[in-house]
């Protein structure tokens, strides 16, 4: 359960990020969270909502945006979504291949007033 | 409606402790290893095991990471290998930053081995950085051989996978050749060990390897 920590760690990020640009109200945090992380959409939407409860802009949403694992491959070139985490080219069946979505973990933007 | 830009990771802060440990660590010549698993799967016995052997001729530390009590710790220190426990109170993984409080208590000047043993786990650990050298995953016949695919980012951020309690296999639906096949699938770059802490087979090689690593 380790989403309250990464719920925390956006809130700080907001936080700082707020301050840095003299702003109070907050609307929206938009975070991108790759398929591979490991982290549940609907539990780190849980964690994030508990802990803003307590400050000036409760009612701000977070927007979670799920980055499919794509591969880029070696080989032939081509780029593929990976399904059931095999990681190999679905074309050419190469495991040379580069990972080229779905291990983010980022914020994005604040929406502000 | 105004929009600020931000684009950082969520965990830079962890990611930028991590950095500052492995510049400690690299600069005092300390090879560091986090080892990973979900409970029960040996990590401790493991731990002993290679301390026992690499105690005289290596200076070793340890890391012992949980959610309550000291006991890991105390198996450890009985071998005379300073240990610090950090006890999590109900936190399923090691951060960088309690890491960094842990190893200050160590002689680290003269430290050549550095052994972090996470929270038993297989989901959360596998996002934290501590500033380790090598990620080891370790994983017994007891507990399935679809464990790679059922836990995918920890055998994808892994270096080695241990296989554990192989001294088993003929008592459980285990097969060795399938685990390896699913680990692959999912990291094709992983080193694997197969061992039985309990009866010493396969540890001689595990040491060969971390010996020529350090």
């Known amino acids: 359960m380790h989403e309250m920590s990464i719920a925390q760690s956006i809130v700080d990020i907001v936080n700082d990020t707020l301050a840095e640009n003299e702003k109070s109200k907050l609307k929206e945090v938009a975070v991108d969270i790759g398929e591979m992380v490991a982290v549940v959409p609907e539990s780190l939407q849980f964690c ?20 499919p694992l794509k591969i880029k491959c070696n080989n032939c070139n081509i780029e593929s979504k990976i399904e059931k985490y095999a990681f190999l080219c679905p074309k050419c069946e190469s495991t040379n291949i580069n990972v080229i979505s779905g291990e983010e973990l980022n914020i994005r933007y604040l929406e502000v007033d | 409606m105004p929009i600020v830009t931000v684009e950082r990771k969520i965990l830079k802060k962890n990611d930028e402790i991590a950095s500052e440990n492995r510049e400690i660590f690299s600069k005092n010549n300390i090879y560091t290893l986090n080892l990973l698993s979900s409970p029960g799967s040996g990590k401790t016995t493991l731990l002993e095991k290679t301390l026992s052997l690499l105690n005289k001729s290596l200076n070793v530390a340890v890391v012992e990471g949980d959610v309550q009590t000291d006991n890991d710790a105390q198996r450890i220190a009985v071998l005379n290998v300073p240990v610090v426990q950090i006890v999590t109170n109900g936190g399923c993984h090691l951060e960088a930053k309690l890491v960094q409080s842990a190893f200050q208590s160590f002689d680290i000047k003269n430290l050549d081995l550095l052994i972090i043993e996470n929270v038993g786990n297989l989901v959360c650990p596998a996002s934290y950085d501590l500033g380790e050298n090598k990620k080891v995953v370790l994983l017994s016949t007891t507990e399935g051989d679809d464990k790679p695919l059922k836990y995918p980012s920890m055998f994808r951020v892994s270096d080695v996978m241990i296989i554990n309690k192989i001294d088993l296999l003929e008592y459980v639906d285990f097969s060795v050749e399938s685990v390896k096949k699913n680990a692959l699938s999912i990291n094709p770059e992983l080193k694997i060990f197969e061992i039985s802490c309990k009866t010493g087979e396969g540890i001689e090689d595990w040491i060969k390897w971390l010996k020529n690593e350090i």
């Open chain 1, 48 to 67: 994030y909502e508990a802990i803003v409860q307590e400050t000036e802009y409760h009612n701000a949403v977070l927007n979670i945006n799920v980055i």
